[in-house]
């Protein structure tokens, strides 16, 4: 056990050395790893706070039903007695049409135009919540009540929450084959450095074979190498989205703040980042091990 | 220790190296193998060493038939033999302390039990004190004793040396033949392999002698 050990923190050593022995050499495989994981992650990192934005009002299954413009108040309370019985429907808020120019008028930055108005163009609307979210339920019961008199429109809220996930998924999708095409990458570039590390090390190899090392004792440090420059790679990627994002958010706040929201963009959460470091410094492994296989047979000491 | 029978090593183009060899070394004795330059003295340590397995016959080393074993279990092998070079064979780009801390690297020892041992190998070949150096700063004649430090400091049963004092005036050589005699004095199976018919002379020694390839009275 405690050999076993020794020989780990022997190769550890090792590996260090190396990598710090050729300090501008690392600092390039290592920029080439960090900028190849930086566009899955940091496109991942967008499409999430895309789905967080759209997320608050994907879920909610709710309808707004506009009556005519002709409909009284009276009729509207008669619509709005009717939802209220209806087995299927949960709530229902009633919104004046007054209160809907007023928050128009507040929400939109539109007070000059709504001023110019020689009356008022918004109808009565109901906001209806169904018990059900499951969408062939609620286009029914849009159906339905698209019958009822004095209903001009009923839209179901979620239909465009629902093009804005598939797109999302798609993009998703995107993100994915993005993330394996580079990952393949992330092995080449794992693979080669460590070719070239064993052709630059081939004496001490065959003097270590020499003196009765087995493959794997060799192998141990080219595996350290792999993995730990995937790890500092994953690390410079982090440091590349983290700091992109920094520099986005000043512009997504302007933009935010002429919606009137605070929306800003979140950075990729702990557990992906821990995530990215792993397969990152996995890849890395498994690309030098595939490097190791291939080469270290070819050296044999004569 | 060591038993060759009816050896043949034909290298790939034809080239008979080794012919029908048979011969053993017993344990804790010391042999010299004589011949000129390509009668096959290399040839013959590289295939107990397993870096050459013999085209036919069998060489058996501490009871192991070395030519069947798998190549996971050369480096075991490896490991019960201190193998000296002609050309030494160190890592210039590390010092004299860790050259000789290699073998026991690959062993798994601590680094409180390798720095000792290291240390009693160096003090036996006259190094103690030049640690820290790197072996480019070392004379023909310590990198040989440096090689000699790397190939005891596992504590090896046998000892193979191809051309020890090969590249060395007579008295560097003779240091190093002491230093061989008194290893084998504690119980190492020697097989030094010389072109230098005047050493063995005065050596009581066994030696088997080559030629072409054959062994000959």
């Known amino acids: 056990m405690r050999g076993w050990l020794a020989q780990h923190r022997h190769a550890l ?21 960090g900028i190849a994981l930086s566009l899955p992650a940091g496109l991942y990192v967008l499409l999430e706070n895309l789905g967080t934005a759209s997320g608050n009002v994907a879920a909610a299954p709710q309808l707004s039903l506009f009556l005519a413009l002709d409909a ?49 163009p918004l109808p009565d609307a109901l906001v209806v919540t169904a018990k059900s979210d499951d969408p062939a339920l609620l286009k029914q019961l849009r159906d339905e009540l698209g019958q009822w008199p004095n209903v001009a429109h009923v839209q179901l809220d979620s239909a465009w929450a629902e093009r804005l996930a598939a797109l999302l998924k798609l993009g998703r999708q995107a993100v994915l084959i993005l993330a394996a095409l580079l990952g393949f990458a992330l092995l080449a570039i794992s693979g080669n450095t460590i070719r070239l590390q064993i052709l630059t090390q081939r004496e001490e190899i065959e003097v270590a074979k020499l003196i009765g090392a087995t493959d794997p ?38 933009l935010a703040a002429l919606y009137g929201s605070d929306f800003r963009l979140s950075a990729l959460s702990s557990g992906d980042s821990v995530r990215l470091l792993l397969l990152a410094a996995g890849l890395g492994w498994f690309g030098a091990y595939l490097s190791v296989a291939r080469h270290l047979r070819l050296i044999e000491p004569r | 220790m060591i038993g060759f029978s009816q050896v043949h090593k034909r290298y790939p183009g034809g080239f008979e190296a080794l012919k029908g ?52 279990a050369i480096p075991y092998l490896r490991r019960n033999l201190g193998l000296i070079f002609q050309d030494h064979k160190l890592l210039f780009g590390r010092t004299v302390l860790e050259n000789v801390m290699l073998p026991l690297q690959i062993g798994g020892f601590e680094s409180a039990e390798a720095g000792r041992r290291c240390r009693a190998a160096l003090d036996k070949v006259g190094l103690l004190g ?88």
Not at chain 1, 74 to 95: D, S, T
Not at chain 2, 163 to 182: A, Q, V
């Open chain 1, 13 to 33: 050593a090792l590996t260090l050395r190396r990598l710090l022995g050729h300090p501008l050499a690392t600092l390039f495989s290592i920029m080439v790893i």
């Open chain 1, 72 to 120: 009284s108040r009276q009729e509207a309370m008669q619509v709005q007695a009717r939802l209220k019985n209806h087995p299927r429907i949960r709530g229902v808020r009633f919104i004046p049409r007054e209160q809907a120019l007023e928050e128009l008028k507040q929400n939109a930055g539109l007070g000059d135009v709504v001023e110019s108005l020689p009356h008022n």
């Open chain 1, 217 to 254: 004792f060799i192998r141990r440090p080219f595996l350290y190498f792999g993995a730990l420059q995937g790890l500092v790679g994953g690390a410079a990627a982090l440091l590349l989205v983290g700091a992109s994002l920094h520099l986005l958010n000043a512009s997504v706040a302007e």
């Open chain 2, 21 to 72: 060899l048979t011969f053993e070394v017993a344990q804790g004795e010391m042999v010299f193998l004589t011949g000129h330059s390509g009668a096959g003295k290399s040839t013959l340590l590289k295939l107990i060493a397993a870096i050459e397995l013999p085209s036919a016959g069998s060489v058996i080393v501490n009871g192991q038939n070395v030519g069947k074993l798998r190549r996971s």
């Open chain 2, 130 to 217: 030049r640690e820290k150096a790197y072996p480019v700063t070392l004379s023909g004649g310590e990198q040989q004793r440096l090689c000699i430090a790397r190939a005891i400091v596992n504590r090896p049963a046998i000892l193979l040396a191809d051309e020890p004092t090969g590249n060395l005036d007579s008295t560097y050589g003779d240091e190093i033949m002491e230093l061989f005699r008194s290893f084998n004095q504690v119980g190492v199976t020697m097989l030094i392999a010389t072109h230098d018919d005047a050493l063995i002379g005065r050596y009581n020694a066994r030696a088997l002698h080559l030629h072409q390839g054959e062994l000959v009275p």
